[in-house]
């Protein structure tokens, strides 16, 4: 099954961009994953699937149009541009693997995203 | 609107059974189209995911808990449960439970969560 990778931590500056990585580990580069975004003391929120060739199908309700995703080799990006405050959050990346008996989902570590 | 609403202990013994129960509301847990999972996230850590269960009973679990986890579904209740056996302070974590459509549907991710449970595994 697929390890996900998330740095722990990223931060930016109010109004700026911010780029959060979630990286595949080798052999699983076709694979599409989920990010969730997870408030302070709240339940995570779907926020958009993502392959090599970008989103996969719509994004979650109430996600704004700030946010966007990419794929590239093993890595699937989630861009935030004008950051605000309310983006303070921890930032989850998910992938399933397998079917029938065999499936598993696995998360990354997520990372927690600091708005300066 | 669909909800989830987790419920059960707030506080159990090492090496006891953790049960928790989810409660599905605004929609039938019947339905054909989803899967029904848990999640737990220890404090300050990230989400682990525990197993899932369809309708029919069929269950996935996470290879790491495995042989410790139970997920059953009570559609006459509209409900579905975890149970964890021999827990220990590890186990410690917030609990959700959560809806995914199933693969290939247009939502084919975690639409629905609870708001979550914290378990503390404690003597």
């Known amino acids: 099954q697929p390890v996900l990778t998330q740095p722990p931590s990223a931060s930016a500056s109010l109004g700026a961009s911010v780029t959060l990585t979630c990286t595949l580990s080798?052999?699983?580069?076709?694979?599409?994953v989920d990010w969730y975004q997870q408030r302070p003391g709240k339940g995570p929120r779907f926020v958009m699937r993502v392959g090599t060739g970008g989103i996969v199908g719509s994004k979650g309700d109430g996600i704004p149009d700030r946010f966007s995703v990419l794929g590239s080799g093993l890595n699937r990006y989630l861009t935030i541009k004008n950051i605000q405050e309310e983006d303070e959050s921890d930032y989850h990346c998910g992938a399933d693997h397998g079917s029938g008996s065999n499936f598993v989902w696995v998360f990354g570590g997520g990372t927690k995203l600091t708005v300066l | 609107q669909v909800q989830l609403q987790e419920s059960g202990p707030g506080l159990v013994k090492p090496s006891q059974t953790l049960s928790l129960t989810c409660t599905v509301s605004g929609g039938s847990i019947s339905s054909g189209s989803y899967y029904w999972s848990w999640i737990r996230q220890p404090a300050g850590k990230g989400l682990e995911w525990i197993g899932r269960i369809y309708t029919s009973g069929s269950t996935n679990y996470n290879p790491s808990l495995k042989s410790r986890v139970t997920i059953s579904v009570d559609t006459s209740k509209n409900q579905f449960s975890l149970k964890l056996s021999s827990v220990t302070a590890a186990d410690t974590a917030v609990y959700y439970c959560?809806?995914?459509?199933?693969?290939?549907?247009?939502?084919?991710?975690?639409?629905?969560w609870g708001q979550g449970t914290l378990v503390t595994v404690s003597s």
């Open positions: 080798s052999g699983y580069s076709n694979y599409k």
């Open positions: 959560a809806r995914r459509g199933v693969y290939g549907a247009a939502n084919y991710y975690f639409d629905y």
